[in-house]
């Protein structure tokens, strides 16, 4: 990343860094640093995005909790884990143009990389703590509260949605309903580093009926996987068996 393109950055971020590393390692992915040949050493996102993924909950925590004092404690859930979650921090990084800043491997780049939402994710949160190391709390405070932290509209209808619907027991139910086994569960395949992990998970009803999802933990890949299947049975009807494709993979973040 040359230096037009550095200021250009801490323009769009507002912030200007005393150590300009720090900021060159936010936007470096592991696909870029593994390549690097020859000259120093080159250190990807990884470490800082996982402190930043720390520093978010705490700042986000702390936010929901005073600004939104007449919350139940299942309503500050719901807002926190809407705004720390990947598909929020998306939307943030999608507001930075986030994408062109990143330093990515030869194989990222041909696969859309920069269009990832995982990769766009992780690359905000190593901003946060970029941005906390550089500049302390009240500097990534003010970059989350500018660019993370969603409107009182939003909030309330966030915590008024509800919790989530748990299509696991759905799935269960739908499976005892139609005589068929209860539902079992299995991790296919797990991607990424130990800190930010995608999983596979398939669901199988029986010998036949299967799907699988991904998500960022098992728990989430699971309910994801349960949902599609969910979805399947309804296709065949309130007494009927799922559609004609019986055994299907669909990949879930």
Known sequence: ???TTEADLEAALGYSFRDPSLLRRAV???SSANEAVGGEPVTDNERLEFLGDSILGWIVSEWVFEHYRQFAEGQLSLVKNYVVSAAHLLAAARRLDLGRYLHLGRSEET???RH???ILANAFEALIAAVYLDGGPAAARDLIFRFVIPTDEEVESIAAAGPPHDYRAELERLAI???LPKPVYSV??????AHARTF??????GRDLSVTAEGGSKKSASHNAARLLCARFREGGEGGQPGD????SIPNR
């Open 111 to 113: 696969g859309g990389g």
């Open 28 to 30: 470096t992915h592991s």
């Open 1 to 3: 990343m040359n230096t």
């Open 177 to 179: 309903a139609r005589n």
């Open 200 to 205: 596979s998970v398939t669901v199988r009803v």
């Open 116 to 118: 990832k939402q995982r």
């Open 188 to 193: 296919v395949n797990e991607t990424g580093p």
């Open 245 to 248: 494709r019986p055994d299907f």
